[in-house]
């Protein structure tokens, strides 16, 4: 346990968080967003999870979340620009 907690937790959010540094805050809102999407597909692929509607649903408003947000700021952006 103390060598996942290390090896899995620390090194994983330390390379998460440098990786951060060099986004923009929308891209890093986007992955945000995704973490918990990856998080049930894994559980899912790897560990056999069942997959309930429910799960099935969350993940649709994740995905329609991101991209509502993705469009939103391209435009705001392009306002911006033509200002």
Known sequence: ???????????GFSLFFVGLEHLSGQRSAMLSYTDPLSAIIISAVILNEPMRELQLFGRL????ATAASEITW???VQRQTTN
């Not at 346990?1 to 090194?11: D, E, P, Q, S, Y």
């Open 1 to 11: 346990m103390f060598i996942l907690g290390i090896i899995n937790t620390a090194l």
């Open 74 to 76: 391209r435009r705001d």
């Open 61 to 64: 408003l994740l995905l329609g």
